[in-house]
């Protein structure tokens, strides 16, 4: 009896024990799938919160493009409530444009045309007594990238020819938030201080009334002149760099003009958009090298165009009557000597119809206020500009030789400092 009391309980308590080790695997298991699980579901959490960040970005980075394209709304919504007038985008353009005054950056961010009626009397001054007209709203960026503190009035500003009248339009302080113009932030409060290694971002308007805005629509482009900044604010010889432009399409045509007068050499034709211009004839890299005094003069390249001026310009070209056709001559020259070489002062002379007839480099389609001055041991370029008759060209000059004579080089006294000798170059076909 006391043996069967015995076997009976080892074999309960083996069977206890069995009972639980299946239990704790039972157990093991289940904690190995809750492992797995939260393993999953941590790695789910991880998948949607990159798919959240990559959906804030892409919110962020579209929330950033409206508020840039933005801009110019908030601007004309400004303006219309202040000169109780009505607004209508005629055009827009947003491609930046930089001007580099060596560590001076001047960046026209972009640009909007609002054609602006029925405003106030209070504002109808700087449109010319109209109430009717458009407005130029203007983006700009000045970057001072030199260790040096600089001064920059920013007189961006345009001169537009009207019968002959020539009109310059500067910002119109009444028709944008102050804080948000460009001629606030750089002022003469603050003797137009720019300092080392700051940027200014701001705004202009430029103001026309309905009869100029009608003009300049019609012209379908205009250029900004871009100033220079100054290391010394009392000191205009101080200026840094040369001054610049920003082409302004004011609608498709305007866009198509500029984008065609990008391949021109940049004479004051191109330069001011006298006109049109077509390319009849070209050839560049040339590389004829000739010595002059202490430097080396070499002809890089030169466009025959034909040329119609503007309704504006016209006047100007009034004595060619049977068309005219632009030689513009590239040059650049390397001073070797130990004087400034004044490049403004050269004289050229072009020879046609094989050595019979001469003429003069035109002075007035010269870029004017450009400083020219190569310092010794350095290179700047020469353009040279000659007006043809165009009848002439075609039926006499085109196929016979074209030579200009260069010379002599004057410093910025204008004295002779190549004892009055020249260089001849024939230009290749």
Known sequence: MKKKRLSLLITFLITILVLSACGNSKNDNKDEESNENDLLDTEEVSAESDVDSELEEEEKQKEETVNSSADFSELISYMAETTEGTTKVLYENNEQQVHEMEDITVTLDGYTLVELTDFHTDFQIPFRDQTDGGVLITKYTVQNNSDADVHYMPELGMTVSYDGQEIFHRNNHALLPKEEQLATKLDHANDYLLPAGETVTGYAAYSF???????????????????????????????????????????????????????????????????????????????????LGDATVTLVGYQFTEFTPNADEAPRFSSFQNGIVLLTAKFEVDNKGDENIDLYG??????????????????????????????????????????????????????KSFEIEVGPLKNEDSKDISKGKRVTFTLPK
């Open 346 to 399: 050269m004289i050229s002379k072009l020879t046609v119809n094989d050595g019979a007839q001469y003429m003069l480099c035109e002075g007035m389609l010269l870029k004017l206020g450009i400083e020219q001055v190569v310092a010794p041991g350095e290179q700047g370029e020469l353009l040279q500009v000659f007006t043809l008759d165009q009848e002439q060209y075609e039926k006499i000059w085109k196929d």
């Open 209 to 291: 009334g309905q009869t100029h805005l009608d003009t300049i629509l019609e012209m379908s482009a205009l250029d900004i002149e871009v100033p220079t900044p100054q290391a010394d604010m009392d000191d205009y010889s101080s200026t840094i760099g040369e001054e610049g432009r920003f082409n302004i399409a004011l609608n498709d045509n305007g866009a198509e003009q500029i984008a065609s007068n990008s391949k021109f050499y940049e004479d004051k034709v191109t330069f001011d958009n006298m006109g049109e211009k077509k390319m009849l004839h070209e050839k560049s890299e040339i590389g004829d090298t000739q010595e």
